[in-house]
């Protein structure tokens, strides 16, 4: 009897079946961020045109936008007919779409490479027969596949209201083509390190960078200077839709994807399994023991406490810098001069700091929901099976979340106070905006307390639920028309400070994120920890 050769699996052998599995496993996560993007290209056109229904408000609003700050914010300026509502609409969403859909593509292929080797879930499936690029190339294919569909459903939302569909096709296909090339330095930095928390934060930093680079190089040349285009951010905004299409830029997105990806290959190739191309520092005889568990809570936070600390200073200092901009642009703007007519210039510098609280809660419900990473990875039950209780344990990452919100605020409310403060020549807007900021750490205290409720029942998302409805309610509410009862719901809507300080507002939030706690140590100590 005659037996024929096995035949060796080819280093993709297994791409699809975990294709089809990453696909199962993320089709609720994956889907409410499509309709979510999608309903943004849904609504923005009527925000926009509500926000400047006149050809004076949206020539103050351009003035606005060739601000510093507002290019940072904003997108580049190519001149023409700026008062156009597509180019206006590429202006203002292109970078918030670039960084929504660009954590997306890290955040998955994350999930799916790294967090899979570090908690052990990849060792079951490299026991089978699987290829070496298998686990990378399914998780990309997946981003790209997520990327695709929303470049269709977003063209045709933006279609549907009227936009020239070549433009909007290139609006939308320049977003994903970035998201895309993040997805890829996702794949490089899951090489490089072997936590991955350290590669989110390596590929998330990268993000950063790139948009900090396009917005300097926006500012030294509103058109895009040389700068410009050492970012991929700029590659797609300078396929320039709706002011002077050029396809040409998104050449240079799928090849930079192309040499990422090949990056990635290459470094698979050459590492362990569970190990980093950058080898871990290990034990330190030298350094300081970590005394207590907030001071261990705090250690691990430190890394990403340090970004959001730098990323709001930044955020603070550049809404600061606007001041005097959106003054000026209220002599033209009857709605700006009735807000501040009836609330006075202090309601500016309140919206501004909700704005940079919004921002901060997304920090503190991340920091407390790690606790829930920890437990599904097993590290939680080794503290645990010390002398360390349950209720100490949830306590303590609460109380090290807000020491976070403390140092958050007031780096944001030193940056937005140093921005106003050389705006409108006033050195006391530096301490009354940074007090001001501090203001809001009650508000943060209960967003810490439900993201402690959300990890006692194992339910993470209800976390970030509550941080959707404290940016919807402040972004959207009121253009969305919700009731004023819903709006005050949220925290940060809550607190009105400089404009106001509602200590009886501010004494019921902490009594309410003391007892959510509270409540949250009891469950948490009841269930299993497994």
């Given at each position: 009897?005659?037996?024929?050769?096995?035949?060796?699996?080819?280093?993709?052998?297994?791409?699809?079946?975990?294709?089809?599995?990453?696909?199962?496993?993320?089709?609720?996560?994956?889907?409410?961020?499509?309709?979510?993007?999608?309903?943004?290209?849904?609504?923005?056109?009527?925000?926009?045109?509500?926000?400047?229904?006149?050809?004076?408000?949206?020539?103050?609003?351009?003035n606005l936008m060739k601000t510093p700050a507002g290019m940072m914010m904003g997108g580049p300026m190519f001149g023409g007919n700026e008062t156009d509502l597509g180019a206006m609409m590429a202006n203002e969403l292109m970078l918030t779409l670039i960084v929504a859909t660009s954590i997306l593509a890290?955040?998955?292929?994350?999930?799916?490479?790294?967090?899979?080797?570090?908690?052990?879930?990849?060792?079951?499936?490299?026991?089978?027969?699987?290829?070496?690029?298998?686990?990378t190339t399914a998780a990309l294919i997946l981003i790209a596949g997520v990327n695709a569909v929303l470049a269709v459903t977003m063209t045709l939302a933006m279609a549907a209201a009227g936009f020239a569909v070549a433009d909007t096709a290139a609006m939308c296909v320049g977003?994903?083509?970035?998201?895309?090339?993040?997805?890829?330095?996702?794949?490089?930095?899951?090489?490089?390190?072997?936590?991955?928390?350290?590669?989110?934060?390596?590929?998330?930093?990268?993000?950063?960078?790139?948009?900090?680079?396009?917005?300097?190089g926006d500012v030294i040349d509103n058109s895009g200077s040389p700068l410009s285009w050492f970012s991929p951010v700029a590659w797609a905004q300078q396929m320039r839709p709706f002011v002077d299409l050029?396809?040409?830029?998104?050449?240079?997105?799928?090849?930079?994807?192309?040499?990422?990806?090949?990056?990635?290959?290459?470094?698979?190739?050459?590492r362990q399994y569970d190990a980093g191309t950058i080898p871990s520092t290990g034990d330190r005889p030298r350094a300081r023991a970590i005394r207590g568990v907030l001071a261990l809570h705090l250690t691990l936070q430190r890394g990403q406490l340090t970004?959001?600390?730098?990323?709001?200073?930044l955020?603070?200092?550049?809404?600061?810098?606007?001041?005097?901009?959106?003054?000026?642009?209220?002599?033209?703007?009857?709605?700006?001069?009735?807000?501040?007519?009836?609330?006075?210039?202090?309601?500016?510098?309140?919206?501004?700091?909700?704005?940079?609280?919004?921002?901060?809660?997304?920090?503190v419900v991340s920091a407390v929901l790690r606790l829930h990473g920890d437990e599904e990875k097993g590290l939680g039950e080794a503290v645990?099976?010390?002398?360390?209780?349950?209720?100490?344990?949830?306590?303590?990452?609460?109380?090290?979340?807000?020491?976070?919100?403390?140092?958050?605020?007031?780096?944001?409310?030193?940056?937005?106070?140093?921005g106003a403060g050389i705006a409108v020549g006033d050195p006391v807007t530096v301490a009354r905006l940074t007090l001001a900021a501090l203001a809001f750490v009650p508000a943060l205290a209960v967003m810490a307390a439900l993201a402690a409720l959300a990890v006692a029942v194992r339910r993470p998302w209800l976390g970030?639920?509550?941080?959707?409805?404290?940016?919807?309610?402040?972004?959207?509410?009121?253009?969305?028309?919700?009731?004023?009862?819903?709006?005050?719901?949220?925290?940060?809507?809550?607190?009105?400070?400089?404009?106001?300080?509602?200590?009886l507002a501010l004494v019921a939030m902490v009594v309410v994120g003391a007892g959510c706690t509270a409540a949250a140590g009891v469950l948490y100590r009841q269930r299993d920890v497994v």
């Amino acid at each position: 009897m005659t037996t024929l050769p096995a035949v060796a699996p080819t280093v993709w052998h297994g791409t699809g079946p975990l294709l089809r599995l990453a696909l199962l496993r993320d089709r609720v996560r994956l889907g409410i961020w499509t309709v979510a993007l999608t309903s943004m290209m849904l609504y923005a056109p009527n925000a926009i045109r509500l926000a400047y229904p006149e050809e004076a408000q949206r020539l103050a609003r351009i003035n606005l936008m060739k601000t510093p700050a507002g290019m940072m914010m904003g997108g580049p300026m190519f001149g023409g007919n700026e008062t156009d509502l597509g180019a206006m609409m590429a202006n203002e969403l292109m970078l918030t779409l670039i960084v929504a859909t660009s954590i997306l593509a890290i955040l998955t292929v994350i999930r799916h490479t790294r967090a899979e080797e570090e908690s052990g879930a990849a060792e079951l499936v490299m026991s089978s027969v699987v290829g070496r690029y298998a686990r990378t190339t399914a998780a990309l294919i997946l981003i790209a596949g997520v990327n695709a569909v929303l470049a269709v459903t977003m063209t045709l939302a933006m279609a549907a209201a009227g936009f020239a569909v070549a433009d909007t096709a290139a609006m939308c296909v320049g977003v994903t083509a970035v998201a895309m090339v993040f997805g890829a330095v996702a794949s490089v930095t899951a090489q490089l390190w072997r936590q991955a928390r350290t590669a989110t934060g390596a590929a998330m930093a990268t993000l950063a960078v790139a948009a900090l680079v396009r917005g300097i190089g926006d500012v030294i040349d509103n058109s895009g200077s040389p700068l410009s285009w050492f970012s991929p951010v700029a590659w797609a905004q300078q396929m320039r839709p709706f002011v002077d299409l050029r396809w040409w830029p998104l050449a240079m997105l799928v090849a930079l994807t192309i040499v990422l990806t090949a990056v990635a290959a290459l470094l698979e190739g050459r590492r362990q399994y569970d190990a980093g191309t950058i080898p871990s520092t290990g034990d330190r005889p030298r350094a300081r023991a970590i005394r207590g568990v907030l001071a261990l809570h705090l250690t691990l936070q430190r890394g990403q406490l340090t970004g959001w600390t730098v990323g709001l200073f930044l955020g603070g200092l550049a809404f600061g810098s606007m001041t005097k901009s959106l003054l000026d642009a209220a002599e033209d703007n009857e709605v700006i001069q009735r807000v501040i007519a009836q609330q006075g210039t202090e309601s500016v510098y309140t919206t501004m700091t909700q704005f940079l609280a919004a921002a901060a809660s997304a920090y503190v419900v991340s920091a407390v929901l790690r606790l829930h990473g920890d437990e599904e990875k097993g590290l939680g039950e080794a503290v645990l099976a010390g002398s360390v209780s349950r209720w100490r344990w949830l306590v303590s990452a609460v109380a090290a979340a807000l020491v976070g919100a403390v140092v958050l605020m007031a780096a944001a409310g030193l940056g937005n106070g140093l921005g106003a403060g050389i705006a409108v020549g006033d050195p006391v807007t530096v301490a009354r905006l940074t007090l001001a900021a501090l203001a809001f750490v009650p508000a943060l205290a209960v967003m810490a307390a439900l993201a402690a409720l959300a990890v006692a029942v194992r339910r993470p998302w209800l976390g970030w639920l509550a941080v959707a409805f404290v940016v919807v309610a402040l972004y959207l509410g009121a253009l969305l028309r919700l009731p004023q009862w819903l709006i005050d719901l949220s925290p940060v809507s809550q607190t009105t400070a400089p404009m106001d300080y509602p200590v009886l507002a501010l004494v019921a939030m902490v009594v309410v994120g003391a007892g959510c706690t509270a409540a949250a140590g009891v469950l948490y100590r009841q269930r299993d920890v497994v």
